[in-house]
C-alpha cells in the first residue's frame, strides 16, 4: 500500500524477494502536468510493470465494502509506506501480522506527514526508516526495526527521500525475514511532522541564513521557497550561506552584491540559482546581470 516515489523501491524489494503480493492499493489517478491529464501514481506504475493486481479506492474510512474486500485477501501483512489513505480498524486488524509501515524517521521524533523535510528544517543529523506495526494512532505503533541515515550541512529533500527509500526497501525484506519482537516507542523525545503548505515556502530574510538555507533544502521541489524581488515572485531553487559581511545599515532582504547575495536577520545567503514566472531557471548571478538596477533592491 503506497503511492509516490518513495514507495516503489519497497514494492520492487518484496517481489525480487519472492514475497506473493496479492494486491497493490494505490491512490486514483489524478490530474497532472499542464495538460492535466489523468496520471497513475508512481506504485501503480511500478505495479503494472510487475504484473500485480492495482486497487485504487479513492475513500477507505467508511467502505464496508473495501473492509470486506481487503479482509478476503487473507493476507498475512499489509505493508504500507506513504498509501495516503489512513487506515481504519477493519484494515488495520485484518492481516495475520497487522499493518507494518515503512515510516521516513527515527520514531519517535518527526511523527506525521512530512518527516524527510521536517529533519533539514530542525537542522537535524541523521534522520532514518522506522518499520512499525500500525495503529490507530498517528505513527504510535510499536517498532520492529530502525535504521539510520546521516543528514549533511548540504543534504537536500530528494537526496535523503531516495537514502531513505533505500533503506526502507532494505528494512522491510529483512523484517519479514524473521519479524522481530516489537518494542514500543520512547514516550520522550516525541515530534510531529506538520502537513506542509505552499505558504510554508516564503523565506522570510529577517531569519538568520542559516534557517533559510535548511528551508531551501528542506522544501525544494515542493512546496518551493520564493521571495517577491521587484514585485514579482521569485523562486529560489538553490542557495548557501555566505560570509556574513552585510553592512549594519543593509535591511534584511538587500540585495548586497553582482552575486546575489542577500542580507538576512544574521548573516547573508547567497542564491545560486533561480525562477521567473512562466521562464526557465537560471544562475542567480546571470539573473541578476539581467537587471540593471538592482543595487539597493530588497527581497521581501
Not at 44 to 55: D, I, Q
Request: some cysteine; proline content about 11%; aromatic content about 4%.
Amino acid at each position: 500500500m503506497g503511492s509516490p516515489a518513495f514507495s516503489v523501491p519497497a514494492l520492487q524489494a518484496l517481489a525480487a524477494a519472492g514475497h506473493h503480493i496479492a494486491a497493490v492499493y494505490t491512490q486514483p489517478p489524478r490530474p497532472a502536468h499542464r495538460g492535466q491529464a489523468l496520471t497513475k501514481s508512481a506504485v501503480h506504475l511500478a505495479a503494472e510493470a510487475l504484473g500485480l493486481p492495482v486497487r485504487t479506492p479513492a475513500r477507505i474510512k467508511r467502505d464496508t465494502n473495501e473492509h470486506e474486500a481487503f479482509a478476503a485477501l487473507h493476507l498475512d501483512a499489509a505493508i504500507v509506506a506513504a498509501y495516503g489513505l489512513i487506515l481504519p480498524k477493519p484494515m488495520l486488524v485484518a492481516p495475520r501480522l497487522g499493518c507494518i509501515n515503512i515510516h521516513a524517521s527515527l520514531l519517535p521524533r518527526w511523527r506525521g506527514a512530512a518527516p524527510i523535510q521536517a529533519a533539514i528544517l530542525a537542522g537535524d543529523t541523521q534522520s532514518g526508516i522506522t518499520i512499525m506495526r500500525m495503529e490507530e494512532g498517528m505513527d504510535t505503533g510499536p517498532m520492529y526495526l530502525r535504521g539510520a541515515v546521516p543528514i549533511g550541512p548540504r543534504t537536500t529533500t530528494p537526496e535523503l527521500h531516495d537514502a531513505l527509500a533505500a533503506l526502507g526497501a532494505t528494512l522491510i525484506v529483512r523484517a519479514l525475514e524473521n519479524l522481530p519482537p516489537a518494542k514500543p516507542q520512547p514516550e520522550e523525545g516525541v515530534t510531529t511532522a506538520a502537513k506542509l503548505t505552499r505558504e510554508d515556502g516564503k523565506l522570510d530574510f529577517t531569519r538568520d541564513a542559516p534557517a533559510l538555507d535548511r528551508q531551501i533544502r528542506a522544501l525544494t521541489p515542493w512546496p518551493g521557497t520564493f521571495a517577491s524581488f521587484a514585485g514579482e515572485p521569485l523562486k529560489i531553487l538553490q542557495a548557501e550561506p555566505a560570509p556574513a559581511f552585510a553592512p549594519a545599515s543593509a535591511p534584511p532582504g538587500a540585495v548586497l552584491d553582482p552575486l546575489f547575495t542577500v542580507a538576512c536577520g544574521t548573516g547573508a545567503l547567497r542564491l545560486l540559482r533561480v525562477q521567473r514566472p512562466g521562464r526557465p531557471a537560471t544562475a542567480a548571478d546571470a539573473f541578476l546581470r539581467g537587471i540593471p538596477d538592482w543595487q539597493g533592491a530588497v527581497l521581501t
